[in-house]
């Protein structure tokens, strides 16, 4: 008989964990539904906010007041586009921070990218010497390489880079620098939920263009050296970004002076030439004569008066600062 009592109380025992475990199951299964519902219910909600929001007489008010700026940082966009594109199309590989030294390694690994490279005029397959050689003085070989001539020519047409990427990288700043100077100034307007956590739908409801800010555009230079086996080999990379292209027009300077007179001389166009015209001109446009005064974040560029392609010069009485509107419109035209 006291077995069989002890067997029950055993039994009612284990009946109770089971019973307390089977509890905590279904409280938890309960407790992830109720979140999953309360998720769901506030995503739709959230939903249903911006929606009503988005269509209400208060948005589309903002909409409208604003709509002249957007598009002209809508425009100036545009503008920034096209002087990447002027430099997009020579560039069918992906580019890499100057100086990049990668191991490119096994032959069979990456012959699926060989066809690519080969086809690609800024890759050069050298051996390991010129690769060794090309680390220590990228300038000289990709002259040597790349069949960059030291002239005058090649110093026109890296100054103009010089200018377009410097715009080009100014105007992206400007560009966001407008877009928050924007939307802090209609922060009592816009409800705070909407502007820290839906600032992307924002800005494409206000019908601002997104801004690209990758650096596809950038040109590179690449030696590349495979070894007989194609066991290993290693890769690298010059990325022209503005401050390597104002040292490359130096380095392109000095050697034409080692062949010419001493008579010959002219100014490079530097990023501190560029400012030193902006500063000069007291950062307002030549030609329409606004100025960072009244439009504080305005993208001034450096202007050739008479263009180099008819014989101007880069020097201080050929350059002046014009908006890049003016700019835009001048192109390659003499104004008188």
């Known amino acids: 008989m006291l077995k069989f009592l002890l067997f029950l109380v055993e039994v009612i025992a284990a009946a109770e964990v089971f019973n307390i475990i089977v509890i905590c199951v279904l409280s938890i ?18 939903s249903i906010y911006k929606s009503v929001y988005y269509k209400s007489d208060k948005f589309n008010s903002i909409k ?6 957007v598009n002209d940082c809508n425009e100036l966009n545009a503008y920034i586009e096209t ?43 050298c051996s390991l010497s010129v690769f060794k050689n090309a680390r220590e003085h990228p300038f000289k070989y990709i002259c040597k390489y790349f069949n960059i001539q030291a002239d005058e020519e090649t110093i026109e047409y890296f100054e103009n880079m010089l200018n377009d990427y410097s715009s080009i990288e100014q105007g992206i700043v400007l560009l966001q620098m407008k877009y928050n100077d924007l939307i802090e100034s209609h922060k009592e307007d816009i409800p705070y939920f909407i502007r ?28 590349r050296y495979i070894s007989a086996g194609g066991n290993s080999g290693q890769s690298c990379t010059i990325e022209f970004d503005v401050d390597t292209i104002s040292s490359f027009i130096e380095y392109i300077y000095n ?38 005064r009244q439009e504080p974040h305005l993208l001034l560029e450096i202007d050739h008066i008479i263009p180099i392609a008819n014989g101007g010069l880069t020097e201080e009485s050929n350059l002046q600062t014009l908006c890049w509107r003016c700019n835009r419109s001048k192109g390659a035209k003499i104004e008188y």
Not at 31 to 42: E, R, T
Not at 263 to 287: A, H
Request: aromatic share 14%.
């Open 64 to 69: 409208k007041n604003i709509s002249v700026f």
């Open 255 to 292: 050697k034409i002076n080692v062949t010419r007179s001493a008579k010959y001389q002219r100014q490079l166009m530097t990023p501190r030439l560029r400012e030193y015209i902006k500063e000069r001109d007291n950062y307002t446009c030549c030609k329409c004569g606004i100025s960072i």
């Open 83 to 125: 002087l990447k594109n002027k430099y997009i199309d020579n560039m069918e590989y992906d580019n890499t921070p100057i100086i990049l030294n990668k191991n490119i390694g096994n032959w069979n690994f990456a012959r699926e990218h060989i066809d690519s490279y080969n086809n690609n005029e800024h890759v050069y397959d």
């Open 29 to 46: 299964i309960v407790i992830a539904c109720a979140v999953v519902f309360v998720k769901s219910i506030i995503k739709i909600s959230w």
């Open 196 to 223: 820290k956590y839906d600032s992307k739908q924002l800005e494409y409801k206000l019908n601002f263009r997104k801004v690209n800010i990758s650096r596809e555009y950038i040109m590179s230079y690449t030696f």
